[in-house]
């Protein structure tokens, strides 16, 4: 079987728009690439304004090809450009290899499967085992270390987690590792919750269970249980399409990223007037994660 491959090259200021627009499209699936040799560094800092993505077509989607030209020659028209090539299946399961490396964040040390068993240096705490797939969800993502940064210090033995949007399951799993009792992880793409499984399946969770669930925040396992933390990566669009849902979740605690932090007060605004009070919010290159407290107990 043969695949569409295209590497876009974009402002890292649409980036989030870009993402969305890939959701509605419903490719086969992306990644962002982090470690693109051609990309000069500054100690562990990319030195660049851009960001390149890699997309996955079946091989007769020309046209969803031509619309991802078409929507970046619209919102960067002098500063984005796409190569493509046709790919065969094995190039298809294994190009994001070669630029998927072993890396420290927080207590974890996100290792690829195909490391496993390898030795490691600088381990961290906790090795935490991720197939990225195509399912949104590798680690490199600002967001995604924001917030495996930030569940290092609220993640307690014992936890019952809600992760909204789970993509690849990292967070879900990074949950289980740090001893969360039961984790409820969904998302619409049910190609993000086979890979969200099969992550799980990967590493040390014995003492957790985790519900790998296909649908949205209207799920009966969404809203009709308590949770002691919600776990929310998604885009500022999705949120805010969702604000009331995500309001009715039975919670204390929303730990929310996914968010530029051109957006940071609109949510913060947002969130306010359904009870929600700001604990800590941070920004890394652009991104916020932002760490909300009820005022009162639901």
Known sequence: MKYREIKATLPKDISEEFNAFLDDLQTLGYYEILFD???????????????????YLQEEKLEDELKIIVFLKIHAPDSSFTESRIIETNDYMTAYQEYYKPFAI??????????????????????????????FGTGHHETTKLMLDRMSVVVKPG???????TGSGILAVAAGILGAKEI????????????????WSQNDVSE???LFLEGGFDLPEAVSQDFDLVLMNITYAVIHAN???????????ILMSGIITERREEIISEMKEYGFDVEMTEEYNGWTIIDFIKKEKV
């Open 106 to 135: 927080g207590n974890f040390t996100v290792i690829p499967v195909w490391d496993k068993g390898k030795e490691i240096t600088d381990r961290q705490k906790h090795a935490l085992y991720i197939n990225p797939g195509l399912a």
């Open 243 to 253: 604000i009331e849902l995500i309001a009715a979740i039975r919670t204390n605690r």
């Open 37 to 55: 040799p051609t990309i000069p560094k500054k100690g562990d800092e990319i030195i660049s304004d851009f960001t390149n993505i890699k997309i």
């Open 208 to 210: 957790s269970s985790a």
């Open 184 to 199: 409820v992880a969904f998302d619409i793409d049910p190609n993000a919750t086979n890979s969200a499984e099969y992550n």
């Open 159 to 165: 936890m019952r987690i809600l992760d909204a949007g």
